[in-house]
């Protein structure tokens, strides 16, 4: 796995993501639901995806949401607050499926995303939208950080260094409370494959839709341009179909 560069500064990784961009409006009239396998919703519907991707929602929806996101990226943490209600809903409607796709922006991301993905997909929605709702308490464990770790994390292979940031950022006890087991976040932290597969989706999306900073949404195969927010991208859902 490339080594990537580790931020000493929460402050620095809460703004190591894409801009907001503007607003936009629309209603919301859209296609008509498509009906969940009897006794569940489509937001229990979940899996991994080929490319690794974590989908939530009806497979064979007409709109397919991609997110390129990162867990130490602010801008994705808001996404995250701001569309967890309407967008739930318009997958539980069965014409949008959600697919969130790590993208490494730093170190950092490495340990939270192995950790949310520990559990599988089920899982990891509401995990993820929980480190996100917390970001700016585990990222500030950053300032914490002494000169002598930061020279210590430097000398680690990419395992090594995973579980120590882990155990600074007190993410293990984290998803610990949420219900993985230690031993099992153990493991997940401390399998290089998984580490080498978050390397190859982020530099994936940046070969197949040029993504250079999160959150980069992709409709149904096109990125969005200048679309970082809930309020930009509901309306593009709306018009695709959604």
Not at 13 to 23: E, N, P, R, V
Not at 58 to 82: D, Q, W
Not at 160 to 168: E, I, R, S, Y
Not at 174 to 203: N, S, Y
Request: with cysteine; net charge neutral.
């Amino acid at each position: 796995m490339k080594k990537l560069l580790i931020a000493t500064s929460a402050l620095m990784l809460l703004t190591a993501c894409g801009s907001k961009t503007g607003t936009g409006a629309s209603g919301d009239t859209g296609a008509a639901p498509i009906a969940a396998p009897a006794g569940t919703k489509w937001s229990e519907t979940t899996s991994v995806t080929p490319d690794g991707g974590m989908l939530m929602g009806n497979p064979n929806a007409p709109v397919k949401l991609i997110e390129y996101g990162a867990l130490t990226c602010s801008h994705c943490a808001e996404f995250s607050e701001k569309s967890k209600v309407e967008l739930k809903a318009l997958v539980d409607k069965g014409t949008v499926s959600y697919e969130f796709r790590t993208f490494v922006l730093n170190q950092l991301d490495i340990p939270a995303s192995l950790l949310a993905k520990c559990n599988g997909p089920a899982s990891f929605f509401p995990l993820a939208e929980q480190l996100f709702a917390s970001q700016r308490d585990w990222l500030g464990k950053t300032q914490d950080l002494t000169e002598a770790d930061q020279q210590a994390l430097q000398g680690m292979n990419p395992v090594q260094l995973t579980q120590a940031l882990a155990t600074k950022l007190g993410l293990v006890d984290f998803v610990q409370q949420r219900g993985v087991p230690a031993a099992k976040a153990q493991a997940c932290i401390a399998d290089a494959k998984a580490i080498d597969a978050l390397a190859a989706l982020t530099e994936k999306g940046m070969r197949e839709f040029k993504v250079q900073g999160t959150p980069t949404f992709i409709i149904n195969g096109v990125t969005q341009e200048n679309t970082s927010a809930w309020d930009v991208l509901k309306p593009k859902l709306m018009d695709a179909g959604a």
